[in-house]
């Protein structure tokens, strides 16, 4: 029960969700910070990306520029909803862009918003609603195999099914409601 990629990528809300200190292998981890709730204070938020950072692991801000610069962030990242601003994150300099897509046309337009990663969903099939459709590993391989950019899977990833993880091809795999659920889903990753 174990899934052995070079890099995992793990979506937070706020920053008390995930205990950085079950993490012990330095740079293979990214956190992507996505609140859609209440703002955390910046303070916070800097302190959480200074233990990040002595950790060895990356920390991305989802679609705010601002928050991005201020807390000094490794990179910025754009869901599959922001469709603007096509170039405009290329001039910040050495930021890094991993973008967020559900199909192959919203790849190609990550791709010209200048993103260097992106994160296809679903994987798996998930248990939201009005979420019914998801990919499989035949079709996300086809998908890789047909981009010329770095896709990772997320969705549906779960302890149960981590195994399946090994015929996917891709480097690193994305995860957001596990951690939420099963923290310990983190130590089974390598």
Do not use: W
């Amino acid at each position: 029960m174990f899934a052995y990629k070079n890099t995992y990528y793990l979506y937070i809300e706020n920053t008390q969700i995930l205990n950085l200190n079950i993490i012990k292998i330095r740079n293979k981890f990214t956190v992507i910070y996505r609140n859609t709730a209440k703002a955390e204070k910046l303070e916070k938020l800097i302190k959480f990306r200074l233990k990040c950072r002595q950790k060895g692991i990356k920390f991305f801000v989802a679609n705010d520029i601002k928050l991005t610069m201020k807390i000094k962030a490794d990179g910025l990242y754009l869901s599959a909803f922001n469709k603007s601003f096509i170039g405009r994150y290329r001039s910040f300099g050495n930021l890094d862009l991993i973008g967020s897509a559900h199909n192959y046309k919203e790849i190609q337009y990550k791709k010209k918003q200048g993103c260097s990663k992106i994160v296809l969903s679903r994987l798996f099939k998930t248990d939201y609603k009005k979420k019914r459709d998801f990919m499989g590993i035949i079709k996300f391989n086809i998908t890789k195999k047909l981009s010329s950019i770095e896709l990772i899977p997320l969705g549906g990833i779960r302890i149960s099914n981590l195994n399946y993880l090994k015929i996917v091809n891709s480097r690193a795999l994305a995860i957001l409601s596990e951690i939420k659920k099963k923290p310990a889903i983190i130590s089974r990753l390598f």
